[in-house]
């Protein structure tokens, strides 16, 4: 079993829906979390770390189920801007940085 | 966050060869980091970058294949030696703090091996 796994994807939406992605880790002992998100032939950049409560940014929700070892991002409202490849990330390491990367999920926003 | 700049941003090289590449960051970062994206691939890590001691390389990567470089705290440079087309990738810095929770990324480095 790998040890981040998301949405195959693709996922072609129209402008304006909301959409969810969810993602699964096997380390019940990891630490933090994150949503990065890269578009076409550019380097991640780092979208919004998740945490237990939930956070919200904008039209951007991200959720944590530790219990679950479950993560998700609903974007609220989609932009033809927000098409790109959403990646799930997870830190493992207790002290430190051991970061751990999912396949990521494709997103195409239609007009 | 830091900025962080890599070159070169693109090459295509000859079988056989080796790059070098190199990132720069505008500010002291305890940790810098090498990672490879193939095609279609997400991310893996190479190495972690140490400064003033040897790289510290995960499962699958060995030294004198991606021999790496941190002279300071602001440098780092990751060689790709005798290269094969198996080696064209997306090359990423990125650097983190021991006590930051997130790390960044350079713009990365192109590589196509023909």
């Known amino acids: 079993r790998k040890e981040v796994e998301q949405d195959p994807g693709p996922f072609n939406v129209p402008e304006g829906a909301t959409v969810a992605f969810n993602c699964t880790y096997s380390?019940?002992?990891?630490?933090?979390f994150f949503w990065y998100r890269q578009d076409c032939r550019k380097e991640p950049k780092l979208l919004m770390s998740?945490?237990?409560s939930g956070n919200e940014d904008g039209r951007f929700t991200a959720q944590l189920n530790r219990a679950s070892q479950y993560i998700s991002l609903l974007i609220r409202d989609s932009k033809l801007s927000d098409s790109a490849t959403y990646l799930c990330?997870?830190?493992?390491?207790?002290?430190?940085?051991?970061?751990?990367f999912g396949p990521g999920t494709r997103l195409s926003v239609l007009p | 966050s830091a900025v962080i700049s890599q070159k070169p941003s693109r090459d295509i090289c000859q079988r056989g060869t080796s790059l070098t590449i190199q990132c720069q960051v505008d500010?002291?970062?305890?940790?810098m980091f090498w990672y490879r994206q193939q095609p279609g691939q997400s991310l893996t890590l190479i190495a972690t970058?140490?400064?003033?001691?040897?790289?510290?390389?995960e499962s699958g990567f060995v030294i004198d294949k991606f021999p790496i470089s941190r002279p300071n705290l602001t440098f780092s440079t990751l060689t790709v030696s005798n290269m094969s087309p198996e080696d064209s990738s997306i090359y990423l810095c990125?650097?983190?703090?021991?006590?930051?929770?997130?790390?960044?990324f350079g713009e990365g480095s192109w590589l196509t091996v023909v």
């Open positions: 380390n019940s002992a990891s630490q933090s």
């Open positions: 970058a140490n400064q003033g001691s040897e790289a510290t390389y």
């Open positions: 990330v997870v830190n493992d390491a207790n002290y430190g940085q051991n970061f751990v």
């Open positions: 998740v945490y237990s």
């Open positions: 990125s650097v983190g703090d021991r006590n930051s929770v997130t790390i960044y």
């Open positions: 500010s002291q970062v305890t940790m």
